[in-house]
């Protein structure tokens, strides 16, 4: 199963025995299909959602990934994208978070 996410997205296998992946909030599940050549060149990037964008990609380069684009092109969101071992091309997201105002 190398090259599809171990050690930076949560990977189980299903009962069916599919490889599948969670996001970080647990509210995406997908699967990955590996009878199906890298989508090097994307027309459409698909997002995972995770806590944090930036600790996401470290695991990402340590895992042998690498930074297609790093955080800060897509502001005022906070995204990011990467290829993965296998040649994919994915896109991370990161919920904004909300500040309470200041007292006065």
């Known amino acids: 199963m190398r090259g599809r996410g171990e050690g930076v997205v949560p990977i189980r296998q299903r009962g069916d025995g599919s ?11 997908g699967t990955w299909v590996t009878s199906k050549p890298p989508s090097a060149t994307p027309g459409v990037v698909i997002h995972i959602m995770v806590d944090t964008v930036a600790a996401t990609l ?19 969101e906070v995204t990011a994208r990467l290829r993965d071992p296998a040649g994919n091309v994915f ?3 990161q919920e904004p978070t909300v500040t309470a105002p200041a007292a006065e």
């Open 58 to 76: 470290d695991l990402v380069v340590a895992h042998g990934g690498e930074i297609v684009q790093p955080i800060g092109a897509d502001l005022p």
């Open 91 to 93: 896109g991370l997201y």
């Open 19 to 29: 490889v599948a992946f969670d996001d970080g909030v647990g509210e995406v599940s």
